[in-house]
């Protein structure tokens, strides 16, 4: 029997499903609909883009890291020369190329589990950059005159620019792949849940949020006036501040017919009609 909700595989005398903890009623249990896995599909693109940055992250642990002499040192040279368990650490963007890689071919077999191949992901593609952390900051320790950090990105090489392409890839395709993989297996609430990540962040940030306020000149008159009848203020003669925050008026909302009848700044004014 499976899960009418996410395809998972359970026991007959399952209750609830331990994928997505979907009740299971004895219409279920009846159901032959739930007899064979719902075939779901994960999106493809995703995938693919997923795929192409491991590939990126592997084949750069092969190419120039630094660039020292006529060909460089590239990843493999590095793990020789370490001493100790630096060479582990060294090693572990190419351990996150490949576990990533063989993690979405069982991904692909078995998209209802998608939470749990998530969180391996998450940790393969976490691993190098704290690798790097770690890796700098001991440098800096054993070398009494500092490293410069513009110097060590003065030296990065093809490789190692690949390498931090791929990383990149890898953190930002899956975390797509797993927002679209939640909405197809219906899991709102870990949907809701999910914050926005640091590039997205800094996307948001440069692409500037919506302007979600009213515009000018656009309310209806009855719906000024309900507003007008909650705001109890006196509204002075040739007002240049908001009766409510004090706020001056922006030279786009001064007077304006909401900003006029209710004594409001536009941001106030939003607030009030909101609620109407």
Do not use: H
């Not at 009418?4 to 219409?27: A, H, P, Q």
């Not at 491991?54 to 190419?63: E, V």
């Not at 793990?79 to 996150?96: C, D, E, K, N, Q």
């Amino acid at each position: 029997m499976y899960c009418s909700k996410c395809g998972n595989k359970l026991e007959d005398n399952s209750r609830f499903c331990d994928n997505c903890g979907e009740k299971i009623s004895e219409t279920d249990r009846t159901n032959k609909s739930v007899e064979y896995a719902p075939e779901i599909k994960l999106p493809n693109t995703f995938y693919s883009l997923i795929q192409v940055s491991c590939i990126i992250t592997i084949i750069s642990f092969f190419m120039p890291w630094l660039k020292e002499g006529s060909l460089g040192i590239n990843g493999y040279d590095l793990m020789s020369l370490a001493p100790g368990w630096y060479g582990i650490l060294v090693i572990t963007p190419l351990i996150a190329g490949i576990g990533v890689s063989i993690i979405l071919i069982l991904l692909y077999k078995e998209p209802n589990k998608l939470k749990s191949f998530f969180s391996m992901i998450e940790m393969l593609g976490t691993a190098p950059i704290i690798a790097v952390a770690i890796l700098y900051f001991k440098l800096n320790m054993n070398d009494s005159s500092g490293i410069d950090l513009k110097e060590i990105v003065g030296s990065i090489g093809i490789g190692g620019w690949g390498t931090i392409i791929g990383l990149i890839g890898i953190n930002l395709f899956t975390a797509r792949l797993y927002k679209e993989g939640l909405k197809i297996l219906g899991f709102q609430k870990e949907l809701d849940a999910i914050e926005p990540g640091l590039i997205e962040q800094i996307a948001e940030g440069i692409k500037g949020k919506p302007d979600t306020r009213v515009t000018p000149g656009q309310v209806a008159d009855n719906d000024i006036q309900l507003i007008r009848d909650k705001v109890k203020q006196v509204i002075p003669e040739n007002a240049n501040r908001c009766v409510i925050c004090d706020e001056k008026y922006s030279s786009d909302w001064k007077n304006t017919k909401e900003q006029k009848q209710t004594g409001l700044c536009r941001d106030c004014f939003t607030s009030y009609y909101n609620r109407i």
